[in-house]
């Protein structure tokens, strides 16, 4: 007994290097807040690194908003049909990963929803109930794009078809802020772009790192809590943007069935060990909503863990679903347990 508590110490100690600190730097980008955490003892590689993440946020910003008429993303939007447009090597990487995630999500993960996003007035910041002929035209142009992967270059097969990466930009950079850590060395940091968050090793004298989900309901409040250690987590919900019309709501993740608002979740959340498909997935969880969600991670995606919040029917409380592989490391907060019921997915 004795040797097993002195190994357990031994162990516990040599989890953290006398004058390691946590060194921490905060980032104003893509429209939100991001933050980065280090845990060394070297100030300066930390300072280094520190300094690689705002390059990796600069980049990412400048090939893949749509916010800005410079941007790789809008020359390419604007970019005819059947000409081909020669794209970046992150533009590619990303790219090729939503096509993959369209396909397993039967088409629910589609970046050339841009189209509809206009349509619904997202861009103007405000909304407008399209017709059904606008949303059907809308449809028309998406998904008509071919990439050579090899050569990176992509050939619109409409000049309508244009592209919206908000669903994977964020994790995609958190994805390549990692790989630059990892790469000097880093084993326990933390990178957050607006929620989307890559959680490697632990921070000081802990096993893994504390993450807070939002409710969806109260969308400043931390209602859940999950342990992360090597994993990337993102969330998708509605509250986060969204624009009025005649009173009504509507969130700004669109079904590609429907060319309209996705409804059925409240919020969906994916922990993965890729920032850039936990991001990808929330949101194609948050389209496919409560049954599509469920079957998409049992069929084709065992490894993910994922929480999901489902809306109460007549009246009854939400309910928040959990993947079995987060037991015993997922909590409802207490001041929680009574506005939701809590299901884990065996
Ligand atoms: P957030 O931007 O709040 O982190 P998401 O990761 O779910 O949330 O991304 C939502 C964004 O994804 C939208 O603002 C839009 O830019 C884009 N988008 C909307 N509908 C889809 C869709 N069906 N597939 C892929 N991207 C989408
Ligand atoms: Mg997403």
Known sequence: ???????????????????????????????????????SDDRDLAGEAFDQVAAVFDSVNTLMSTWSADSEISRLNRAPADSAFTLSP???DCLHLSIRL????????????????????????????PSPMEIAGARKSMGRFYLDDAWGKLTKQADATAFDLGGIAKGFAVKKCEAALRELGFTNALVDLGGN??????PLGKEAWSVGI????????????????????????SYERF???????????MNPATGRPAEGLLSATAICKDAALA??????????GPAGAKELLNDAYPDVDAVLVIPGEDGEKPTVWITPGLKGRFELLPDYIDSYLLEDGC
């Not at 968050?197 to 632990?202: H, I, K, Y």
């Not at 019309?245 to 993740?253: Q, S, T």
């Open 1 to 39: 007994m004795g040797r097993l508590v002195t190994a357990v110490m031994l162990t516990s100690l040599m989890a953290c290097t006398p004058g390691e600190k946590e060194h921490r730097r905060d980032y104003a980008v893509m429209g939100t807040e991001a933050a980065c955490r280090i845990i």
């Open 90 to 92: 992150w533009m590619v």
């Open 102 to 129: 369209n396909d397993r999500s039967a088409g629910a993960f589609d970046v050339t929803a841009e189209p509809l996003m206009r349509l619904w007035g997202f861009y103007r910041r405000e909304g407008r109930l």
């Open 197 to 202: 968050m890559a959680c490697m090793g632990a």
């Open 214 to 237: 939002k409710d969806p309901l109260r969308k400043d409040q931390i209602f859940a809590k999950v342990e992360l250690r090597d994993e990337s987590v993102a969330t998708s919900g």
């Open 243 to 253: 624009v009025e019309i005649d009173g009504r709501r509507y969130g700004h993740i």
């Open 279 to 288: 991001d990808g997935l929330s949101t194609a969880l948050f389209v496919l």
